[in-house]
């Protein structure tokens, strides 16, 4: 069983800055893939940031050059650092472990708004 807790959303100004952390427990396997998703009101879920065993990363195309996913493997804690953010990354922000079919974080809510 996996347990994931996710910490760091609130309100921000449109072109700020927030970084979220998400703590794995349990048993967690650094060869896993772990990453975070978001979900905008009447929105499907949509793949955020994901990294891989050896810290390959891969992003969504509409946070490309701003957002930074990376993951200490010693503390199973993945962050997400998110620079210019926009009102269009408003959304609850999940975080995951083992792909789509894994386990999911009760998510943590990021408001971008002036």
């Known amino acids: 069983q996996v347990q994931l807790v996710e910490s760091g959303g609130g309100l921000v100004q449109p072109g700020g800055s927030l970084r979220l952390s998400c703590a794995a427990s349990g048993t967690i396997f650094s060869f896993y893939v772990m990453g975070w998703y978001r979900q905008a009101p009447g929105k499907q879920r949509e793949l955020v940031a994901i990294i891989h065993s050896g810290s390959i990363t891969n992003y969504g195309d509409s946070v490309k050059g701003r957002f930074t996913i990376s993951r200490d493997y010693a503390k199973n804690t993945v962050y997400l650092q998110m620079n210019s953010l926009k009102p269009e990354d408003t959304a609850v922000y999940y975080c995951?472990?083992?792909?789509?079919?894994?386990?999911w974080g009760q998510g943590t809510q990021v408001t971008v708004s002036s």
């Open positions: 995951n472990y083992e792909g789509w079919n894994g386990y």
